[in-house]
């Protein structure tokens, strides 16, 4: 039987996880969508990883991020191991963390290059 502090310390930790989930998908996809018109000019395409950053649509990531949330939650109830369910949302956690540094990362080394060749 678990006790009430792991189920209240898993689930709080769910809950910030969700947030930032949620705060995360929108963003992201208003980020992308903003770096997208800043290169729309450039006289070359971008490199490929970069265009297929800026080509994700933001209702991917809406959809994306509403159902690792709904994993999440529903981990909650599923899962009974208070050390399973934590380790589980770190993991979605920093998996959902890296995709965001992929993305931001292919944007910001483009917009570095451009920097570079203006002077």
Known sequence: MED???R???GITTAFCCCYMAWLS???GLWLRS???LFEGLAGPPPSVTAFVLGIPSTAL???GALLIAGLVAKEF???NPSLRTTITF???MAVT???YFCLGSVVSLMKEVLDKIG
Do not use: E, I, P, S
């Open 91 to 93: 993991l979605v956690f």
């Open 26 to 28: 929108y963003n992201l």
């Open 35 to 37: 770096f997208a018109r």
């Open 78 to 80: 599923l899962v009974k």
């Open 62 to 64: 809406l959809v994306a």
């Open 8 to 10: 209240l310390l898993t």
């Open 4 to 6: 009430r502090g792991n």
């Open 98 to 100: 890296w995709f965001t």
